[in-house]
């Protein structure tokens, strides 16, 4: 069974960093590139970050371009989300899917950004 | 940046009726368009792939249509359960793109 289980979020000041962590199991994780999509309370679906199945090829929203980092680990089968310099704007749960189609998501972690 | 437009927004629908979200894309795609819905404090699940490839699982009232810019979601024969918000979303050029969303609702 393919599962991807999100963690590492919680509530941060402005300015400051997080770093979310996506665990996949029940595929191949090296075969497969990801995304990373979030969502604000109450609002629709906004992508922030693709990375090839190699981590090769990595891609941004410009709204996050400069401040995240999309990772991975292969060999732990695990995919991160690096966010600095977080802004309130950046309050969203965040998800991991997998695949050009997200053919499957995680639960979500949130991240709320307050003082 | 491609824009994807879907419409309605809401749609109030009787049971056994059939309802059609249409998602318009700022330029052509080709048939890389999906579509998702999500149901209140749940993930997205993916609903159909590639415009209209069918997935594992999914009732088969639900289908799509549509290559270059305009798509459509249909689903026959409405169920209670399928009350949700319905996405669809372009993989076809970066940075990737979602439409804002339609809600159904079951009256």
């Known amino acids: 069974e393919v599962q991807l289980v999100e963690s590492g979020g919680g509530l941060v000041q402005p300015g400051g960093s997080l770093r979310l962590s996506c665990a996949a199991s029940?595929?191949?994780?090296?075969?497969?590139?990801m995304n990373w999509v979030r969502q604000a309370p109450g609002k629709g679906l906004d992508w922030v970050s693709y990375?090839?199945?190699?981590?090769?090829?990595?891609y941004y929203a410009d709204s996050v371009k400069g401040r995240f980092t999309i990772s991975r680990d292969n060999a732990k089968n695990s995919l991160y989300l690096q966010m600095n310099s977080l802004r309130a704007e950046d309050t969203a749960l965040y998800y991991c899917a997998r695949g050009y189609s997200n053919d499957y998501w995680g639960q979500g972690t949130l991240v709320t950004v307050s003082s | 940046e491609i824009v994807l437009t879907q419409s309605p927004d809401f749609q109030s629908v009787t049971p056994k009726e059939k309802v059609t979200i249409t998602c318009r894309a700022s330029q052509s795609i080709g048939t890389s368009l999906h579509w998702y819905q999500q149901k209140p404090d749940q993930s997205p699940k993916l609903l159909i792939k590639?415009?209209?490839q069918s997935i594992s699982g999914v009732p088969s009232r639900f289908s799509g249509s549509g290559s270059g810019t305009d798509f459509t979601l249909t689903i026959n024969s409405l169920e209670a359960e399928d009350a949700a918000a319905y996405y669809c979303?372009?993989?076809?050029?970066?940075?990737?793109?979602f439409g804002g969303g339609t809600k159904v609702e079951i009256k």
């Open positions: 979303h372009q993989s076809s050029s970066f940075p990737l793109t």
């Open positions: 990375i090839s199945s190699s981590g090769s090829t990595i």
């Open positions: 029940g595929f191949t994780f090296s075969s497969y590139e």
């Open positions: 590639y415009a209209s």
